[in-house]
């Protein structure tokens, strides 16, 4: 899972991306105001700010570096450029992977002896 966080003016935003299931959740101050599932390298979220102006998250995947990149642009303008590394995503997708086997080996073990 892919985190982003930035404080602009008064508001925390927050998306997250699943790697796995293709979920992304966008946050406004801790209230949810996007989700959609994306399977493709890029994707789009529009919101409207505390202060009425409008404001973009631009979540792509850079193919040479292969760093997930989130561009934040207010009134068309880029505020910020969050980048998250290989190495992050490898990470989670390892302790995904992890997880999911453990509960699979724990149910083998809990049929086996039931």
């Not at 927050?14 to 493709?40: D, H, P, T, Y």
């Not at 880029?78 to 992977?97: M, N």
């Amino acid at each position: 899972m892919a985190i982003f966080k930035y404080a602009l003016n008064q508001d925390n935003i927050e998306l997250q991306a699943s790697n796995w299931s293709g979920l992304e959740e966008m946050f406004i101050n801790g209230k949810r105001v996007s989700r959609k599932l994306n399977f493709s390298q890029h994707s789009k979220h529009n919101l409207t700010l505390k202060d009425g102006k409008a404001a973009t998250l631009l979540l792509l995947l850079d193919p040479s570096t292969e760093q997930l990149v989130c561009h934040i642009y207010k009134q068309n303008n880029l505020v910020a450029s969050l980048k998250q590394g290989k190495k992050e995503l490898y990470r989670s997708r390892q302790l995904t992977q992890q997880a999911i086997l453990s509960i699979g080996l724990m149910l083998v073990f809990f049929l086996t002896f039931n």
